[in-house]
């Protein structure tokens, strides 16, 4: 059974920097595609990024690209989410997200492709 675990979350200030993990387990992540989403109150689940375990290609927001970066180390079996120049409007619960993707399709950015996902670490972005 495929687990995901987050962590690295808190309160940082605006400007500051922070580094998200997502810890997997229960099987080999060959052509698994494991993505970040996040989610404010009061809003939907929004994609933010994602990478193919084997090739790390990746895919990003639109809106995030320049200021978040997805990463995995593979012999830790560990996805990262480093996110620079965070914005009061970052806050959210940020969950880590899988599903086997054996094509070599587009990455999916809608949240009801994926088949796993963990319980969320909180971001909060504040002064």
């Known amino acids: 059974q495929v687990q995901l675990v987050e962590s690295g979350g808190g309160l940082v200030q605006p400007g500051g920097s922070l580094r998200l993990s997502c810890a997997a387990s229960?099987?080999?992540?060959?052509?698994?595609?494991m993505g970040w989403f996040r989610q404010a109150p009061g809003k939907e689940r929004e994609f933010v990024a994602a990478i193919k375990w084997n090739s790390a290609r990746t895919r990003y927001a639109d809106s995030l690209k320049g200021r978040f970066t997805i990463s995995r180390i593979i012999a830790k079996n560990t996805v990262y989410l480093q996110m620079n120049s965070l914005k009061p409007e970052d806050t959210a619960v940020y969950y880590c997200?899988?599903?086997?993707?054996?094509?070599?399709?587009?990455?999916?950015?809608?949240?009801?492709?994926?088949?796993?996902w963990g319980r969320g670490t909180q971001v909060t972005v504040s002064s």
């Open positions: 997200a899988g599903l086997l993707q054996v094509s070599m399709v587009a990455l999916p950015t809608h949240a009801g492709s994926y088949d796993y």
């Open positions: 229960g099987r080999t992540f060959n052509n698994y595609v």
